[in-house]
């Protein structure tokens, strides 16, 4: 593949190249989302219960099997040298991950707080915008998730391959898409046009590809500490999946079609990082 854009890096590789497989790469979790926010366009109502949990429970599969192969192995195979501590970094970085992202979603929590002190200092936003500003927070970890992966393939210094990204960034994406809809069609619903509700969902996937380009545009920083970043990533995609997703699509009747769905995704990315590795 011809290199289109090379990234100087302080690596004992030198240059880190990005190629057009990789920018399409950090794009696809952005994709998924404006493909979802497109909803608003042809449909009345938000996507069907059946239709969130099967999407849902194929993209848990993929990043549960994607956290274990493209990010925590390579970090811990990346830490070899320690001998038997070699599993600390991925330890230090996947507890670093879940704190991260609780801590996300404790700023969230006091962002929506109720008092009945009227001296207390509060933030009244209404309910459309929380869920907005809710998404885009928790697509910076994402985004920055699928940047140190192909950072890491690039790099040549983890063992990733090019289908662990890609199963990576195809999982956000597919979790990105039900996301999309719920954030533009419930714009939509309380007056907003159907193109600003199209543009404010599109607008919460944003984030997704400037992280990931800021994580790439930073490899020379950080390859040396690879290990922490690739369990740290692992951390995070397993909290969302685990806090927003298994919750999604095991409630309710036909719970069948999530962890049907589940199975195939994770068996999907592990055939993926086997045969494009």
């Not at 011809?2 to 920018?23: A, C, S, V």
């Not at 848990?60 to 195979?77: K, N, R, T």
């Not at 991950?97 to 969230?108: E, K, T, V, Y």
């Amino acid at each position: 593949m011809q290199t289109l854009l090379r990234q100087k890096g302080n690596t004992d590789r030198g240059d880190i190249p990005l190629n057009i497989d990789t920018l399409f790469g950090i794009l696809l979790p952005f994709l998924g989302t404006a493909a979802g926010a497109a909803c608003v366009f042809f449909m009345k109502k938000t996507l069907s219960r059946n239709v969130q949990k099967a999407l849902n429970g194929f993209a848990s599969g993929v990043m549960i099997a994607a956290s274990i192969w493209s990010l925590l192995i390579p970090s811990m195979e990346q830490s070899r040298s320690m001998e038997a501590l070699a599993f600390l970094p991925a330890v230090i970085g996947f507890w670093s991950g879940i704190w991260f992202l609780l801590l996300i979603d404790r700023m969230m929590a006091l962002l929506q707080q109720k008092t009945d002190d009227p001296d207390a200092l509060r933030i009244r936003l209404p309910k459309t915008t929380m869920m907005v500003l809710a998404v885009t927070l928790h697509n910076i970890p994402e985004g920055m998730a699928v940047g140190v992966a192909y950072a890491g393939y690039l790099s040549g210094s983890a063992v990733i391959t090019a289908g662990g990204a890609f199963a990576l960034a195809l999982g956000i994406a597919i979790q990105n898409f039900p996301e999309g809809a719920i954030i533009s069609m419930p714009l939509h619903a309380n007056g907003k046009s159907r193109m600003r509700s199209f543009w404010d969902g599109v607008l919460s996937g944003t984030v997704e590809p400037f992280g990931a380009a800021v994580t790439l545009l930073a490899s020379g920083f950080i390859v040396p500490a690879m290990p922490f970043l690739l369990s740290f990533a692992a951390g995070a995609m397993v909290y969302v999946v685990v806090k927003e997703l298994i919750p999604e699509i095991s409630e309710g009747e036909r719970s069948h079609i999530g962890i049907i769905l589940f199975a195939a995704g994770f068996t999907l990315m592990m055939a993926m990082d086997v045969a494009l590795g």
